[in-house]
Nanobody, 126 residues
Framework: EVQLVESGGGLVQTGGSLRLSCAPYGFTFDDFAIAWFRQAPGKEREGVSYFSDGVTDYAESVKGRFTINTDAAKNAVNLQMNNLKPEDTAVYYC?????????????????????WGQGTQVTVSS
């Protein structure tokens, strides 16, 4: 059974940092594209960043503040979030799709991903 498990969310003040981790179970991320999404109350789910075969991209709103990377020893994909702002408050999800089917140009479209984690809450206080 394929599962994605996120961890690392929490409450932080403006300007603080958090690191989210996405651990796949049932597969290794080498053959998959992994993306981070977030959804704030009343808003649509939006793409934050993705990692696929060494290639990454970010939403404009997080460029320069967030970094996606892998931890091969833990078979995990991390999202390092620095200089957090109140508008970053959301539930963060990781998602995965087998790399053969991945369309990088539309990486931020939630519909192309086959597997989703349960989400982890990130709250940034002002």
């Amino acid at each position: 059974e394929v599962q994605l498990v996120e961890s690392g969310g929490g409450l932080v003040q403006t300007g603080g940092s958090l690191r989210l981790s996405c651990a796949p179970y049932g597969f290794t991320f080498d053959d998959f594209a992994i993306a981070w999404f977030r959804q704030a109350p009343g808003k649509e789910r939006e793409g934050v960043s993705y990692f696929s075969d060494g290639v990454t991209d970010y939403a404009e709103s997080v460029k320069g503040r967030f970094t996606i990377n892998t931890d091969a020893a833990k078979n995990a994909v991390n999202l390092q979030m620095n200089n957090l702002k109140p508008e970053d408050t959301a539930v963060y999800y990781c998602a995965a799709i087998f790399r053969t089917w991945f369309r990088a140009r539309s990486w931020s479209e939630p519909g192309q991903y086959d597997y989703w984690g349960q989400g982890t809450q990130v709250t940034v206080s002002s």
